[in-house]
């Protein structure tokens, strides 16, 4: 046995031996590869995998589920801050229905099956209560936990106790909730209003304004009404308008007097009065066809002419007498008499107007612009003809931003009291250091010549040297020739020996020749 381990080991010494470096070399890489390879495989063949059993839990579920593993010998493994407990992955599905079995993890809720295990006679109305208390908690905070974004919840609930007298008044429950809410994550209008429903409809007789929520950073989450939350965006909506419009403004005035007078030379402020409502009315206007004549188009025209001349009364009787006047005795008269009567009937037709009209809100009611100017440089303010070039700018804006009311627009005097232009030199300005340039300085560009030159230099050089090594190759190729040819059978010493040589390459082989002179010289 021992002579054929060292006829292997000979053997294997003998061909380690025989082997050059670079074989060697590349059999200790592939040596080292096998190790690593080997060492991995059987690291990640027998590593124990550990998976999440449980997750979200409190501390003291954690202990208790960490104290029943390690007294069944089952390693495990703590993590995210005592929140989660890891087990073996073969072990996880196995662990859960046996845990699940034991009533683990029990930290001490009570809910529901609490009050149905121990009702009994000798149960007192106090403890009754009490189970019922601490149960309506458990389901609570086992609901909102269950919620988006919610770790965890605790909740405080403080019932009313039953009076004996039927006069007393009913007393009311309150409710404290303590969140534990992701990290990074906050509640939204309609979750917090969702959470006050919630409790509000699990506990009797609980109102919303005596519910209390917040997380555990201490913030406070009040509870908001669909209505409020309408008036509050409302509000904001018309805000932002309002903004927008004042922003738009302002950038239109900057732009111009920016041009004018420097874009950091003037000072700009707008306020406006915006009209938000929105009036839907029905208008029904008669006018006349002819408003100088006030007068309608005449439709029917009818005319009544009536002449009478002679003796008596006008025909139809006197008037005032007959059976105008009852038991009145009228008198015939005997004088001559003449009368005229005439009378026009005319239909005209006016023009009839009904108009439906829904005016849009967001319309200017008043603005008012503030300009204030600095003054080129020596000079305390700005001209009086650039400020009243400025102060009709800003005029023509405010005159064509305000609408015609009722037909009257506004005076140049009321709109001399909505615009303001004063100049002034601005103390308060930020100055900005102006950026130092660095410059190259000229030793850098010196020194980056002078690199340059070198490497062009050295690839002469280089380019040299190899020509020089391929005329000599050229050169050696074609002297090579058989010494014992050229001295025969005489022995001539080594000047004759290459006098002759050259002769002979000189005839054959000219350019050769000259090409070895070439070299010779460039030596030299």
């Known amino acids: 046995m021992n002579e054929k381990l060292l006829s292997y080991k000979e053997k294997i010494t003998s061909y380690w031996t025989e082997r050059t470096a670079n074989q060697k070399k590349y059999w200790l890489i592939a040596a080292i590869g096998i190790v690593v390879f080997v060492s991995l495989l059987l690291f990640f063949t027998t590593r124990t995998n550990f998976v999440p059993l449980y997750s979200n839990l409190s501390v003291q579920e954690t202990g208790q589920i960490k104290e029943t593993l390690d007294s069944r010998g089952i390693s495990s493994q703590v993590s995210h801050d005592g929140t989660t407990i890891m087990v073996p992955d073969s072990l996880v599905d196995n662990l859960k229905v046996e845990l699940a079995a034991e009533g683990i993890p029990n930290t001490g809720q009570i809910d529901y099956t609490a009050i149905k295990d121990q009702m009994g006679f000798g149960m007192t109305d106090n403890e009754f209560r ?28 403080t019932l009313p106790e039953d009076s004996l007298w039927l006069n007393a008044e009913t007393q009311q429950a309150t409710a404290a909730v303590i969140l534990n809410l992701n990290s990074g994550y906050t509640l939204d209008a309609n979750q917090v209003r969702g959470l006050y429903h919630l409790v509000s409809r699990s506990v009797p007789n609980l109102p919303i304004e005596n519910i209390g929520i917040s997380d555990q950073m201490f913030n406070s989450y009040l509870y908001e009404d669909d209505n409020t939350s309408s008036i509050l965006s409302a509000y904001e909506q018309q805000r932002k308008i309002q903004k927008d419009i004042e922003r738009d403004i302002t950038q239109s005035i900057q732009q111009m007097l920016g041009t004018l007078v420097g874009p950091d030379k003037v000072l700009i402020s707008v306020s406006t009065d915006i009209d938000f409502t929105q009036e839907n009315r029905v208008e029904q206007l008669v006018t006349p066809v002819n408003e100088e004549t006030m007068e309608g188009i005449a439709i029917s025209v009818e005319r009544i002419e009536e002449a009478y001349s002679g003796t008596g009364s006008e025909p139809g009787g006197i008037v005032g007498s007959g059976d105008e006047i009852p038991n009145y005795q009228g008198v015939d008269g005997t ?67 305000i609408p015609v009311v009722d037909g009257l627009e506004l005076t140049d005097a009321m709109i001399g009291e909505r615009v303001f232009v004063s100049s002034h030199s601005f103390n308060g300005k930020v100055e900005f250091e102006e950026p130092i340039q660095m410059g190259i300085p000229t030793l850098m560009y010196v020194i980056a010549a002078i690199l340059v030159l070198i490497i062009i230099g050295l690839i002469i050089l280089l380019i040299k040297g190899r ?58």
């Open 130 to 157: 009490v189970i019922e208390r601490a149960a309506i908690q458990t389901e609570l905070q086992n609901l909102i936990s269950s919620m988006d974004g919610i770790r965890q919840a605790n909740v405080m609930i």
């Open 467 to 524: 020509k020089k090594e391929v005329i000599e190759e050229e050169t050696t190729s074609a002297i090579s020739y058989d010494i014992e040819d050229l001295l025969g059978d005489e022995e001539l010493s080594e000047h004759e020996m290459k006098k002759r040589q050259l002769e002979k390459m000189a005839k054959e082989k000219p350019e050769d020749f000259s090409k070895l002179l070439r070299t010779w010289l460039s030596e030299d």
């Open 335 to 401: 004088e001559e008499s003449e009368w005229e009567r005439s009378e026009e009937r005319i239909n005209s037709e006016v023009n009839r107007i009904n108009r439906e009209i829904v005016e849009s809100p967001y319309q200017i009611r008043d603005l008012g612009i503030q300009v204030l100017v600095e003054p080129p440089e020596g000079m305390e303010e700005l001209p009086l003809e650039q400020q009243t070039d400025i102060a009709q700018i800003l005029a023509t804006i405010v005159k064509t931003s």
